[in-house]
Nanobody
Framework: QVQLVESGGGSVHAGGSLTLSCAAS????????MGWFRQAPGKEREFVSA????????YYADSVQGRFIISRDNAKNTLYLRMISLQPEDTAVYYC??????????????????WGQGTQVTVSA
């Protein structure tokens, strides 16, 4: 089991940047595939990015490709999401999640058994 706590959210102007962190408890962080999802007001939660341990592949939603970078530091039990060139449409609560990806289902919520409480990101025009 793992507990996840996000931090690093805040309010920025369009074009600004933020780095989100997701601190994980427990000794097994390195064995989990990790993902970032977000939920904007009135919308369903959507996939943002994932990092899969088996292949060390990184995946991104089309909407953030080239602007967001996912990374992890297993020694610090921490997942990161570096976000640049933020736009108002990036405004959402961002969640990190841990689980086991199978059959390339990293972009769905299915493989993620553990979720953080979320951190708010607000981007103003």
């Amino acid at each position: 089991q793992v507990q996840l706590v996000e931090s690093g959210g805040g309010s920025v102007h369009a074009g600004g940047s933020l780095t989100l962190s997701c601190a994980a408890s427990g000794r097994t962080f390195s064995s989990y595939d990790m993902g970032w999802f977000r939920q904007a007001p009135g919308k369903e939660r959507e996939f943002v990015s994932a990092i899969v341990i088996g292949t060390w592949a990184r995946y991104y939603a089309d909407s953030v490709q080239g602007r967001f970078i996912i990374s992890r530091d297993n020694a610090k039990n921490t997942l990161y999401l570096r976000m640049i060139s933020l736009q108002p449409e990036d405004t959402a609560v961002y969640y990190c999640a841990a689980g086991a990806v199978t059959n390339d289902n990293y972009y769905t919520e299915i493989p993620y058994a553990y979720w953080g409480q979320g951190t708010q990101v607000t981007v103003s025009a």
